[in-house]
């Protein structure tokens, strides 16, 4: 997400046009009516076109879709995890290269989210959400027929680069909710996000026991140009936030807050460090389960993701907690719970199925709490 939807706070306006109700947490500093076409060709539906007297209606289906599209492509970074061991016997490849495909995926998505989220402040977020899943989906048809590992690779950070639509997804819906309902709101965002990293591992799981591993991405060929019809025909238009920045001013003020705003030190830490472990949990449990002394197919290495998914189920009532309570609290709560599952993980997983199984639902739980509790932490900020 950007710094600057986080940072800049509630826009104040002035003039009594600009006092009519509005549904969301912010005002727009755009007053005129919106443009009727996406990219100066294709037409906005009518009930989606801004118009600043009839703000659009935020409402719990339009929040569930968001977190929907939002699992499914969210899931782009993780489809590859299961599949692991089946692409280094297809690419004759040692496990050392495969390894390295999830590791750029996940570099190319933080330069992602470093070079192109701020535009989310620049330009009308629905044409940049559109574009984005245009090109992972399109991306994504090199990694279904590629025969080189080194192209494999290559298409994994750049399909990584592009697939921060998610993080931009959580930010619109903080903004079209009202205040008071903005942690739940993207709470529910987020455990899309987050159900998807476990839906993502199922889905290829399955698909590649019974099939090719290919058949996994041509599987998520079909789903993202099928989100990209869905948003195009759901996602509301809206002005961009910030025209009166630069996208150079942008950067800086994001490097800026980084090293000089103590709550955004804080977060960056903590997102940091759990997010490196929880990635290195799931990388590393394929290894760990289909190797001895478990020896698991790829469809049950598959359906551990089902476990994590108990976890997701909390995700609004997560939100609901850090809605009545200072986000800090949860933010300790969590992080000590997450040391202890972890705990679990390190000192049994290699030898009890069963402390693998805790640790599994344990840390997506946990790590969802953490989540709503560091964005709310964040959007506190004004």
């Given at each position: 997400?950007?710094?600057?939807?986080?940072?800049?706070?509630?826009?104040?306006?002035?003039?009594?046009?600009?006092?009519?109700?509005?549904?969301?947490?912010?005002?727009?500093?755009?007053?005129?009516?919106?443009?009727?076409?996406?990219?100066?060709?294709?037409?906005?539906?009518?009930?989606?076109?801004?118009?600043?007297?009839?703000?659009?209606?935020?409402?719990?289906?339009?929040?569930?879709?968001?977190?929907?599209?939002?699992?499914?492509?969210?899931?782009?970074?993780?489809?590859?995890?299961?599949?692991?061991?089946?692409?280094?016997?297809?690419?004759?490849?040692?496990?050392?290269?495969?390894?390295?495909?999830?590791?750029?995926?996940?570099a190319g998505y933080a330069v992602g989210l470093f070079f192109i989220c701020p535009l989310g402040d620049?330009?009308?977020?629905?044409?940049?959400?559109?574009?984005?899943?245009?090109?992972?989906?399109?991306?994504?048809?090199?990694?279904?027929?590629?025969?080189?590992?080194?192209?494999?690779?290559?298409?994994?950070?750049?399909?990584?680069?592009?697939?921060?639509?998610?993080?931009?997804?959580?930010?619109?819906?903080?903004?079209?909710?009202?205040?008071?309902?903005?942690?739940?709101?993207?709470?529910?965002?987020?455990?899309?996000?987050?159900?998807?990293?476990?839906?993502?591992?199922?889905?290829?799981?399955?698909?590649?026991?019974?099939?090719?591993?290919?058949?996994?991405?041509?599987?998520?060929?079909?789903?993202?140009?099928?989100?990209?019809?869905?948003?195009?025909?759901?996602?509301?238009?809206?002005?961009?936030?910030?025209?009166?920045?630069?996208?150079?001013?942008?950067?800086?003020?994001?490097?800026?807050?980084?090293?000089?705003?103590?709550?955004?030190?804080?977060?960056?830490?903590?997102?940091?460090?759990?997010?490196?472990?929880?990635?290195?949990?799931?990388?590393?449990?394929?290894?760990?389960?289909?190797?001895?002394?478990?020896?698991?197919?790829?469809?049950?290495?598959g359906l551990f993701g089902l476990l994590g998914l108990a976890g997701m189920a909390m995700g609004p009532?997560?939100?609901?907690?850090?809605?009545?309570?200072?986000?800090?609290?949860?933010?300790?709560v969590s992080t000590i719970l997450l040391l202890v599952f972890q705990s679990i993980q390190t000192a049994?997983?290699?030898?009890?199925?069963?402390?693998?199984?805790?640790?599994?639902?344990?840390?997506?739980?946990?790590?969802?709490?953490?989540?709503?509790?560091?964005?709310?932490?964040?959007?506190?900020?004004?």
């Amino acid at each position: 997400m950007s710094s600057n939807s986080t940072l800049n706070g509630d826009i104040e306006v002035a003039s009594k046009e600009q006092e009519k109700p509005f549904h969301g947490s912010v005002l727009p500093t755009d007053l005129s009516d919106g443009p009727s076409k996406d990219f100066n060709f294709l037409p906005i539906p009518k009930r989606l076109r801004y118009h600043p007297a009839k703000p659009f209606n935020f409402n719990i289906w339009m929040n569930w879709g968001l977190s929907f599209a939002a699992t499914f492509l969210i899931s782009n970074m993780y489809y590859c995890q299961p599949l692991l061991i089946q692409m280094s016997i297809t690419f004759g490849a040692s496990y050392e290269a495969v390894s390295k495909v999830p590791t750029l995926i996940q570099a190319g998505y933080a330069v992602g989210l470093f070079f192109i989220c701020p535009l989310g402040d620049l330009v009308r977020r629905r044409q940049l959400l559109l574009l984005l899943v245009f090109v992972t989906a399109t991306l994504t048809i090199g990694l279904a027929i590629t025969r080189s590992i080194l192209v494999f690779q290559i298409l994994n950070f750049l399909i990584g680069l592009a697939n921060i639509s998610p993080q931009i997804l959580v930010p619109l819906a903080a903004d079209l909710a009202r205040p008071e309902q903005r942690a739940f709101a993207y709470s529910i965002v987020l455990t899309g996000m987050l159900s998807g990293v476990l839906i993502a591992r199922v889905l290829s799981g399955v698909i590649a026991q019974f099939s090719s591993w290919r058949v996994v991405y041509y599987m998520a060929i079909g789903a993202q140009y099928l989100i990209l019809l869905v948003s195009y025909a759901v996602i509301p238009d809206y002005p961009a936030k910030n025209k009166d920045m630069t996208y150079q001013g942008i950067l800086w003020s994001m490097i800026k807050y980084s090293v000089t705003e103590p709550l955004v030190v804080q977060v960056e830490i903590m997102s940091i460090m759990t997010s490196a472990c929880f990635s290195s949990y799931w990388v590393t449990l394929t290894f760990l389960l289909g190797g001895p002394p478990y020896n698991y197919s790829t469809l049950v290495i598959g359906l551990f993701g089902l476990l994590g998914l108990a976890g997701m189920a909390m995700g609004p009532f997560a939100g609901r907690i850090v809605d009545n309570i200072a986000p800090w609290y949860g933010m300790l709560v969590s992080t000590i719970l997450l040391l202890v599952f972890q705990s679990i993980q390190t000192a049994a997983a290699g030898f009890s199925i069963a402390a693998v199984i805790i640790a599994c639902i344990g840390l997506d739980a946990i790590r969802q709490m953490q989540n709503v509790s560091l964005t709310t932490a964040v959007f506190s900020i004004t």
